[in-house]
């Protein structure tokens, strides 16, 4: 007799384990807690184009299984060009490099991650590589925004050695056009997906037994839980048994980013529209490390500013009224005569009840063996996905799917 397998969370995650069951002949369905499809992958419309709130690129095109959806659902993407981004100074002058501190970035991770001391931060790593270095020090800042991207941290609070253990899939990243959601829809073909469906208790038993917030009930044989990593660590679902230690531990140890966007529509463009992307050197960097110039995809004068960490935590508390005058002043420092900011559109994933958070990172002096122990099954009946159970590829797309697959597999072998 088949068994029947509740996936909890319609991610890319859920949606990639209830296709792979079904194609295996096993019975499933998924229980969603939001209105809506997809998690952090978040496409809205507004002022007549379509804004990605979550995900926006496939980092590491070669190999990556995310290419493959790409490719056969002719999704458009822009390849991001490092040639196209620029850190600007005074009068909207870029800022060149003096050829000495690209260099130390790439000196960094080839020849000194391995001199990288037992919990160091990524800060503290710095400091020690570049102590007798010269380099430019708004634009080595600048550089160094990319690792607060791929954590949302800061980088006093990432393990330096474990931010180096995860695989990066080569060819660069693509920026997709027309809505990330897009790549969810070879998934979606027959799946029984029931939305507004947030689980509050899983009970094993002889069977598993579910109960949502609406107090609907539900028995399964087993689960795949694939819920972001915030909602474990708000302890939002309740488990009879309580998890082992091993498990409760390694999901406090781990921790959340928070990544934010600010989508600013102006009047006028005040930038080349040739630049993918810049920063502006000034008292203000940390509020907006990363600003995207969205006017090619939107055909709108766009731009969509970037905020990692405490900042974007901080900035969440904040109005409208206030951000925008955030994102005023950081242009002029750079930018003379600014056209007038029209609207502004802010994700808010650090106080998201379905998130807190964008996606996991290892803190300082702790380990990346914690995702193994996230992606270790329970009991044989509460299997667990997502990108916080993917050690090679955290915080990305193409590993929550992945582990979604892997979670399914393990059933599959069970049953089969």
Not at 45 to 70: K, Q, R, T, Y
Not at 260 to 276: A, G, L, M, P, R
Not at 321 to 337: C, T
Request: charged fraction near 25%; glycine fraction near 8%.
């Amino acid at each position: 007799m088949s068994p029947l397998v509740i996936i909890i969370g319609a991610g890319i995650a859920g949606l990639a384990a209830a296709k792979h069951l079904k194609q295996n002949g096993i019975e499933c369905f998924i229980l969603e807690a939001q209105d809506r499809i997809g998690g952090r992958i978040k496409t809205l419309s507004s002022e007549d184009c379509l804004l990605d709130h979550g995900a926006s690129w496939v980092h590491g095109v070669f190999g990556n299984p995310l290419s493959e959806i790409i490719s056969s659902e002719n999704i458009e993407t822009i390849k991001a060009r490092e040639s196209k981004h620029f850190l600007y100074g005074k009068k909207g002058i870029p800022i060149n490099d003096d050829g000495e501190t690209k260099k130390i970035i790439n000196s960094f991770e080839k020849d000194f991650v391995e001199k990288i001391k037992e919990n160091h931060s990524l800060a503290q790593a710095f400091e020690e590589h570049i102590s007798d270095l010269s380099y430019q020090d708004d634009l080595l800042s600048w550089y160094k925004h990319e690792y607060m991207a791929a954590t949302g941290a800061a980088l006093d609070e990432i393990d330096a050695r474990a931010y180096f253990t995860d695989e990066y899939q080569k060819g660069g990243d693509d920026l997709v056009v027309g809505g990330y959601r897009q790549i969810l829809n070879p998934f979606l073909d027959g799946l029984d997906i029931r939305l507004d469906e947030a689980v509050s208790t899983i009970e094993c038993g002889q069977d598993v037994k579910i109960k949502t917030l609406a107090d609907k009930k539900y028995i399964c044989d087993a689960v795949i839980l694939t819920v972001p990593l915030g909602v474990l660590k708000k302890k939002k679902i309740e488990f009879f048994p309580p998890l082992p230690t091993d498990k409760t531990n390694a999901i406090q140890r781990l921790e959340m980013g928070v990544l934010n966007k600010t989508f600013c529509f102006f009047e006028s463009s005040f930038w080349s529209e040739d630049v993918e992307g810049f920063g502006v050197a000034g008292p203000d960097y940390q509020n907006f490390p990363y600003v995207l110039n969205l006017k090619p995809i939107a055909e709108k004068n766009l731009l969509c500013f970037f905020s990692y960490g405490n900042q974007a935590v901080e900035m969440e508390k904040l109005s409208d009224e206030e951000v925008g005058d955030r994102v005023i002043s950081y242009l002029s420092h750079s930018f003379e005569n600014l056209p007038k900011l029209e609207k502004i559109i802010r994700t808010n994933w650090g106080d998201d009840p379905w998130t807190y958070g964008s996606y996991s990172f290892v803190a300082t002096g702790n380990s990346e063996t914690d995702y193994d122990i996230m992606a270790e099954s329970y009991l044989d009946k509460i299997f667990f996905a997502g990108e916080a159970t993917s050690l090679s590829y955290r915080a990305t797309v193409n590993g929550a799917m992945d582990s979604g697959v892997r979670e399914a597999d393990k059933i599959i072998n069970i049953y089969h």
